[in-house]
C-alpha cells in the first residue's frame, strides 16, 4: 500500500522557534509537496520538489524553506515560526506531476504561540 | 493568481439522492481536473478526475466537464451517509501546480 508518512500529528511550538516538519513515502515518487490548509483558505502550494535537492517556490514561499536530501525525504523548514504559520501542514507526492494522483501524507497540526 | 471557485455551502442531501457540487476555474489554459474528497480530520484522497469536455463516471460519481464554460462538476448518485466529507476541485495548470478550491461540505442524512 501507497505510503506518505508526516513525523507528527500535532505539534506546538513558540513564535519564533524554528521548526522542522518531516515527510516520508515509501514510493519512490520523484515529486513531493508541501501544501497548508487553512478554514476558508483551502489547500495552498508552498514548495515543490521534483528531484532530490531540487526544489521549486509555490503561491506562498514567504517564511518557509525545504530540504530533500533523499529522494524518499522532504522537509519543511519554519526558519522563526510565527503565529501566522499556524495551520494544518499536508505532504503529498507522486511519481509524475501534479498532473496525477497526489497521494497525501495525514498531516500535521502546527500551533505556535 | 490561477483560481478555482466553489461556492455552494454545506450541501445535505438524504441517503439515496443525488449530490450536486461545482466549481469554475480561471485559467483557460487547465486542461485536466480533479475532485478530492476529504473526511473530517483526514487528508485528501483523489476520486476523480477527468481531462476532456463531456462526462465520466466511476461507480456512483460521475464528473462533468465544460472547457467553454470553465466548469467542473461532480454527481455523487445514491447518496450514503459515507459520503458525507468535504469534495474539493482542482485544476492543473502546469509547472506541477494545482489550484485548489476551497471545498464544499456534503452532508448525507440517513
Known amino acids: 500500500d501507497v505510503k506518505v508518512t508526516q513525523s507528527s500529528r500535532y505539534l506546538v511550538k513558540r513564535t519564533g522557534e524554528k521548526v522542522f516538519l518531516e515527510c516520508v513515502q515509501d514510493?519512490?515518487?520523484?515529486?513531493m509537496f508541501w501544501y497548508r490548509q487553512d478554514p476558508g483558505l483551502g489547500l495552498r502550494l508552498i514548495y515543490f520538489?521534483?528531484?532530490?535537492?531540487?526544489?521549486e517556490k509555490g503561491d506562498i514561499p514567504e517564511g518557509y524553506s525545504v530540504s530533500r536530501e533523499k529522494k524518499e525525504r522532504f522537509s519543511l523548514i519554519l526558519e522563526s515560526a510565527s503565529t501566522n504559520q499556524t495551520s494544518m501542514y499536508l505532504c503529498?507526492?507522486?511519481?509524475?506531476?501534479?498532473?496525477?494522483?497526489?497521494?497525501f501524507g495525514s498531516g500535521t497540526q502546527l500551533s505556535v504561540l | 493568481q490561477k483560481e478555482v471557485e466553489q461556492n455552494s455551502g454545506p450541501l445535505s442531501v438524504p441517503e439515496g439522492a443525488i449530490a450536486s457540487l461545482n466549481c469554475t476555474y480561471s485559467?483557460?489554459?487547465?486542461?485536466?481536473f480533479f475532485w478530492y474528497r476529504q473526511y473530517s480530520g483526514k487528508s485528501p484522497e483523489l476520486i476523480m478526475s477527468?481531462?476532456?469536455?463531456g462526462d465520466k463516471e466511476d461507480g456512483r460519481f460521475t464528473a462533468q466537464l465544460n472547457k467553454a464554460s470553465q466548469y467542473v462538476s461532480l454527481l455523487i448518485r445514491d447518496s450514503q451517509p459515507s459520503d458525507s466529507a468535504t469534495y474539493l476541485c482542482?485544476?492543473?495548470?502546469?509547472?506541477?501546480?494545482?489550484?485548489f478550491g476551497k471545498g464544499n461540505q456534503v452532508v448525507v442524512i440517513p
Open positions: 503529498a507526492s507522486t511519481y509524475g506531476t501534479a498532473n496525477e494522483k497526489l497521494f
Open positions: 514510493m519512490d515518487h520523484e515529486n
Open positions: 520538489s521534483y528531484d532530490v535537492k531540487m526544489k
Open positions: 485559467d483557460r489554459g487547465s486542461q485536466s
Open positions: 477527468i481531462y476532456s469536455n
Open positions: 482542482a485544476a492543473y495548470y502546469g509547472n506541477n501546480r494545482l489550484a
